[in-house]
Each structure stands twice: as C-alpha cells, then as structure tokens.
C-alpha cells in the first residue's frame, strides 16, 4: 500500500513532505517543513526532485492526486507515499 495516515506521518523522524499543490495554495498554508513542487512539475521533472534511496510522502488537498502520482512514482522505482486525506488531514 502506499499511502500514509496523520497518525503514522508524525512518528517518523525528519520526513521529506512534498506539497503537491500549486505555489499558491502552498503560499496560504502548508504543512511545516513540507516543500512545494507543484504536481505538473513533479510528474515531468521527478528523476531532477527525487532519487531513490529516499522516501517522500506526499500530499495534495484531499489525497486523490497524490495518491495517483505516488503509484506512478513507485512504478518508476521510487519510494513515495501519499498522505490519506491530503492537507485536509492536517487542519
């Protein structure tokens, strides 16, 4: 499985949170720590943002597309995670 809750999320130390939403709605609000690559960015650019000894854990605002890019990532090899519930989650 490749998703993630809150819950879980927050016992790991130092996580490398990717903010997939646009620069915008990263700029209102985001999850400490979390950097923003914009969806679009990620998908077409990911080999320049990841590599793959990492793991990330990702997060869009509801979970739904970062639950689609995090499948299509690790199909490529990487190790990501999509966060359940998205920024939702968090508020």
């Known amino acids: ?3 993630i809750s809150v819950y879980e999320l927050k016992k790991i130390t130092n996580p ?4 997939i939403r646009d620069n915008y709605s990263y700029n209102i609000s985001h999850i400490k720590s ?17 590599n793959k000894n ?3 854990y990702l997060y869009c605002e509801e ?3 970062s639950f689609e890019i995090s499948k299509r990532l690790n ?15 968090f508020k």
């Not at 490398?16 to 903010?19: A, H, Q, S």
């Not at 690559?37 to 943002?49: C, E």
């Open 75 to 89: 199909s490529f090899g990487y190790n990501t995670k999509s966060i359940e519930g998205g920024f939702i989650s």
């Open 16 to 19: 490398i949170i990717i903010d």
């Open 1 to 3: 499985m490749n998703t």
């Open 54 to 56: 990492d793991t990330y």
């Open 34 to 50: 979390a950097i923003n690559i914009p969806y679009y960015n990620l998908l077409n650019n990911y080999s320049h943002y990841l």
């Open 63 to 65: 979970g739904r597309q």
